[in-house]
């Protein structure tokens, strides 16, 4: 039987694009440029969500649908008498 992953929606703003997290809600990782990411999260709600959930309103979407930047990603902070180095 066909999964969701191989029936993929061409969106051509995305390029290329990692699934994480299937099965426990799942998200995409799509790379772009910062000012191209608009156009990829107008490209998945017009070509993918609207199509899928139908019954998902504008609004919804927005909050399930959106564009971040990465962060500086884990630390590690030793804390000791001293505080933390």
């Known amino acids: 039987m066909p999964t969701e992953q191989d029936s993929q929606v061409p969106v ?3 390029s290329p694009l990692l699934m994480v997290g299937a099965g426990w809600g799942g998200a ?3 790379l772009t440029t910062k000012g191209e990411s608009g156009k990829v999260v107008e490209g998945l709600v017009r070509e993918y ?3 899928k959930f139908p019954e998902i309103g504008e609004e ?3 909050k399930m649908v959106f564009a971040t930047q ?3 990603g884990a630390s590690v ?3 000791d008498k ?3 180095k």
């Open 12 to 14: 051509p703003q995305i």
């Open 49 to 51: 969500y609207n199509v």
């Open 82 to 84: 001293n505080g933390i």
């Open 70 to 72: 990465p962060g500086s």
């Open 60 to 62: 919804e979407l927005r």
């Open 28 to 30: 995409i990782v799509a």
């Open 77 to 79: 902070y030793i804390v």
